[in-house]
């Protein structure tokens, strides 16, 4: 109580009301942010909005007046996890050739698609039924492509058959399919994924 009039004796009570307003709008945005990310991380990749409410601890109404939709909880979940990711996969690869390079992506790639394992998964289960995400899912698809081409010479980004599969063996359906279909480890999936791209890099030889 002593705190709060000490504000209100500063900016006076209809500010300082105001201002508590604006923290508990803040604080039920994270809340509500934090409870959708949670429940995807815990295997609930499909929270309903009155999930995501109870989980965070506020009203249903609430979680509708900071997101107007699902989608646009899935745009700050998306925010946060390309912050989360951005670090490693934006830092320069190490090695002196294009080969010491591309398996250097390789074993980062297995980090970040670990990072973002259950977002992704539950990204494209929404994705049919969102503009938002299907167009995000193709601009991420196009993205992984590229920073793979980025590390070819064109003596070897010229071979149609190998790019195809590189991409392929890099790819977070790739992924997917061993580490849910096939049920390996993380330290196993990687060592498949390092020794698919090997055998594709010794196969040009």
């Known amino acids: 109580m002593g705190d709060r009039t000490k504000i209100e004796r500063i900016v006076g009570p209809a ?3 105001v201002d508590g307003r604006r923290e508990r709008g803040r604080s039920n945005h994270k809340r509500i942010v934090a409870a959708m990310m949670a429940l995807i991380e815990s295997g609930d990749l499909t929270p309903s909005a009155a999930r995501v409410a109870e989980e ?5 109404r609430t979680v509708f007046r900071h997101f107007d939709d699902m989608d646009a909880l899935y745009r700050e979940i998306s925010k946060i996890v390309g912050e989360r990711i951005w670090p490693i996969i934006s830092e320069p690869h190490r090695g002196d050739d294009w080969r010491a390079k591309l398996r250097d992506l390789t074993r980062r790639r297995a980090r970040v698609f670990e990072l973002m394992l259950p977002f992704r998964l539950a990204a494209n289960i929404k994705r049919y039924q969102s503009p938002y995400l299907m167009a995000q899912y193709g601009q991420v698809v196009a993205l992984e492509r590229e ?5 070819l010479p064109a ?14 063996a890099l790819s977070f359906q790739s992924w997917r399919a061993i580490r849910q279909d096939q049920a390996l480890s993380v330290e196993d999936a990687s ?12 196969s040009l030889a």
């Open 191 to 202: 060592a498949v994924v390092e020794r698919t791209v090997e055998a594709l890099v010794a």
């Open 15 to 17: 500010e300082s009301r």
């Open 155 to 168: 003596e070897v980004s010229g071979d149609r058959y190998f790019v195809e599969a590189l991409c392929s």
């Open 147 to 151: 920073f793979v081409l980025r590390l």
């Open 56 to 60: 965070a601890g506020v009203g249903l």
